[in-house]
């Protein structure tokens, strides 16, 4: 289960089926909605689930080394050797 916030959560579960093609069951609640997948379309979910954190991780990454280059950007510093070197 997967706490989403103190009503609201995310239950990942398999389902046994007869005809031996058991489902990945996905379950929101408190609404009770259910998504039961076959392996193939859960992998594809899990796949666009995967890219979009991805895209989210890359776009706050790169807004990060921006904001530190604009606060170091032409400050002087000394190396150990003592020769001054400008960023």
Known sequence: ???LDSRQAVIVSVSEQPT???RVVIT???????LALTA???RALSTQ???AVQRVE???S???PRQAMHRTQNHPTKNPGNTLLVK
């Open 1 to 3: 289960m997967i706490a």
């Open 20 to 22: 031996g093609e058991d």
């Open 28 to 34: 929101l609640t408190p609404d009770n909605c259910v």
């Open 40 to 42: 193939q379309q859960a």
């Open 49 to 51: 689930i995967i890219q």
């Open 58 to 60: 890359v776009k706050t």
């Open 62 to 64: 790169l807004a990060q």
